[in-house]
Structures are given as structure tokens and as C-alpha cells.
């Protein structure tokens, strides 16, 4: 018998010891602390439950559950004058969604078709970079046009740059237009028939800067 009590007392946990200690003097110091009146208040309130206990228990159960009645659906009657002429989605207090109108769908659909067409999608090389882009990502310089000539000439020049001459002739546009002479451009880039340049927006933004291109043939 005294084994089965070692083996239980070594087996409880020293917290819940503590636990329960400390939650006893709590109660002890709170029972010291009641007046005569908050005794007799708490009897008279233990009796009252402890007879609502009993009466609940010795009581029979012949009280049915009520039985949810189910309401009949309401008949709305609604007046068309009353619906709004637009179709809408949601409620009153919030964004209504409403139709498009045609001329709002044509637009779109002629941009995407633009964008998913042949248009769209034909591709050319850039005369400062010698990449390939989107036609529709590029913007046409023609040779005619001298201030953009002017600074094309000013920052692609090949003069003072000390180049291999195969290196300068490999990109020496000369040959397709004569106003190209000295300036590194990709012959791909070039439209002779249209004497214009192709210029891809990275590009043609730094020109207008009157930058060099970060990845122009010059670099």
C-alpha cells in the first residue's frame, strides 16, 4: 500500500501542486474577507438554485417541441413601369454593372485585332541597337528629318572612335543611303525605300535625351 502511495505522489505534477494551493488560499482569503451579509446573501442564493435544480429534475417532460411553421411564399406582384430599363447587378448601395455600348465594343475589338493581327504582331530590327522588336514598339526616323538626323549623326558617329576598318564598314549604311555615311547603324534597321530609320522606343527615348543608347552598336 505505501509503494502504490510513493509511486502516485512521485507522479503528480509539482505545478498542479502549486496550482492548487495557491487557488485555496485565494479562496480561503476571499471566505475571511465576506461580510455576515454576503454569507447570508450567497446561502439564500445556493438554496434558490439548489431548489430550481430539483424542481427541473422531478418534473415530467410533457412539454412538446414547438414545430416550426413554415411560411407560405409571398406573391410579389411587380409593375414593369417599376423595373428600371438598364439590367443591373447588385444592390442598390453599391457600383451597378451595365451594358457596354457597341461603339465602346467596336473600339475594343479593333484595338485588339490590331494588336493580334498581322500589324500587330510583324516585327523589324533597330537601326541603333540591331535588335529585334515589335513594329509597334518602334518609331520611323526618315533621313529627311534634321534634327533628329543631326543628333543620330552626333552620338552614333564612328569618327574619332578608332575602329577596325571591317568593323566599320560592317556597319557603314552608306551604301543604302548616302546621309548615313559615318554613323554605326544595323543595316537591317534601314529601309531604303522609305528612307527611314527603325528605332526602338528604348532607343529613340535616349536620343531624345541626346544620350547614347545603352545597348546602341556604338556602345
Known sequence: MSNRSDLSNKTVDPKMVERRRRNAEAARRYRCRRTPEDRERHRQQERIRRRERRQR???PSTSMPALRQRSEPA????NELDVPSTPAWGDRDVPQLRPVSSVTQERFLERLRGALGASGLDETVCAVCDT???RTHCHTVVVSEFV???DIQTLLSSRDENLIPPLVSEYDCSSMLPELEGILLSKRGVDQAGRSLHVCNLCDDSLKK???PKFAIKN
Do not use: F
Not at 406573391?75 to 411587380?78: A, D, I, K
Open 75 to 78: 406573391t410579389v406582384v411587380v
Open 148 to 150: 533628329q538626323m543631326n
Open 210 to 212: 541626346r544620350e547614347i
Open 132 to 134: 529585334w522588336v515589335l
Open 57 to 59: 429534475s422531478t418534473a
